[in-house]
């Protein structure tokens, strides 16, 4: 059974930092995409990042530059470092799993989902 596990969501005040974690237990494909997705009250589940089974990595175009997702895997973990937030960067995030390893930032390419984690950005 595959679950993912989100971390680390928090308020902060806008210009500073958090670093989103989640733990991907029971995924054993050797091909893959994890992604982090977040989404505002009204609003749709917009992709934020993608890093692939291969390495290469893609971003939302207002999140590069402030943005860096990685991945640790003897940690099975995933990471979002967010720096320099804005308040319109707040919402629940989500990390994502994709069987597909050229998936972009599409959320119906995942199939695994995490439960979220709140973001919250103040002025």
């Known amino acids: 059974q595959v679950q993912l596990v989100e971390s680390g969501g928090g308020s902060v005040q806008a210009g500073g930092s958090l670093r989103l974690s989640c733990v991907v237990s029971g995924y054993t494909d050797r091909s893959y995409s994890l992604g982090w997705f977040r989404q505002a009250p009204g609003k749709g589940r917009e992709g934020v990042a993608v890093?692939?089974?291969?390495?290469?990595?893609t971003y939302e175009d207002s999140v590069k530059g402030r943005f860096t997702i990685s991945k640790d895997r003897a940690k099975n973990t995933l990471y979002l470092q967010m720096n320099s937030l804005k308040p319109e960067y707040t919402a629940v995030y989500y990390c994502?799993?994709?069987?597909?390893?050229?998936?972009?930032?599409?959320?119906?390419?995942?199939?695994?989902w995490g439960q979220g984690t709140q973001v919250t950005v103040s002025s």
């Open positions: 890093i692939r089974s291969t390495g290469a990595i």
């Open positions: 994502a799993a994709s069987g597909l390893w050229f998936a972009e930032l599409d959320a119906t390419a995942f199939r695994y």
